[in-house]
């Protein structure tokens, strides 16, 4: 269909709970739009793997996934079960792209969504599919990233990580 525009941090659209699709078929385009804008996003800044449908300003509960080669299209994901066990990372986001973010993520979830026939089915999650899925299931809550910081010490610019990170190694 299209590229759309991503919206950016301080958008208080970003801050609205998506809600419910009704007719998991009416949502075809919007899933195109979704697909479109994270393959112009791969290409413009080389990662990215996830975008929910409020980030194009579409605040219905639906998120579009390209993982190892795999689309994934969740319309009403909604947690099944998260496991007690958790991690830390850096995670990044699309509407903040020049941003990391030090958080807490589980370590596996289940969820369950509808497809586009509107039949329902369930996802089993792990390490960085799960913290995937858990960013953006967070997005369809109007929660960010930033939201979840450790403390103050865990933002950094991706400038600065990088930099970091290849002095460490």
């Not at 596996?108 to 509808?114: D, G, P, S, T």
């Given at each position: 269909m299209a590229v759309q525009r991503i919206l950016q941090l301080g958008d208080p659209v970003l801050r609205q709970v998506?809600?419910?699709?009704?007719?998991?078929?009416?949502?075809?385009?919007?899933?195109?739009?979704?697909?479109?804008?994270?393959?112009?996003?791969?290409?413009?800044?080389?990662?990215?793997?996830?975008i929910s449908a409020i980030q194009i300003g579409d605040a219905r509960r639906v998120i579009f996934l390209h993982v190892d080669g795999s689309p994934y299209e969740l319309i009403n994901p909604q947690y099944l079960e998260r496991s007690p066990e958790t991690f830390e990372l850096w995670d990044d986001c699309f509407s903040f792209p020049n941003l990391m973010v030090r958080l807490r993520r589980h370590t596996?979830?289940?969820?369950?969504?509808?497809d586009r026939s509107g039949a329902w089915r369930e996802l089993d999650a792990r390490d960085a599919f799960a913290e995937l899925i858990q960013h953006e299931m967070d997005h369809l809550d109007g929660v960010l990233a930033v939201d979840r910081a450790e403390n103050c010490l865990s933002l950094s610019t991706r400038e600065e990580f990088l930099r970091i990170k290849v002095t460490q190694e």
């Open positions: 998506s809600a419910a699709v009704d007719q998991p078929a009416a949502v075809s385009a919007l899933l195109a739009d979704l697909s479109d804008t994270l393959a112009a996003f791969r290409r413009t800044h080389g990662f990215g793997r996830g596996a979830v289940r969820l369950k969504y509808q």
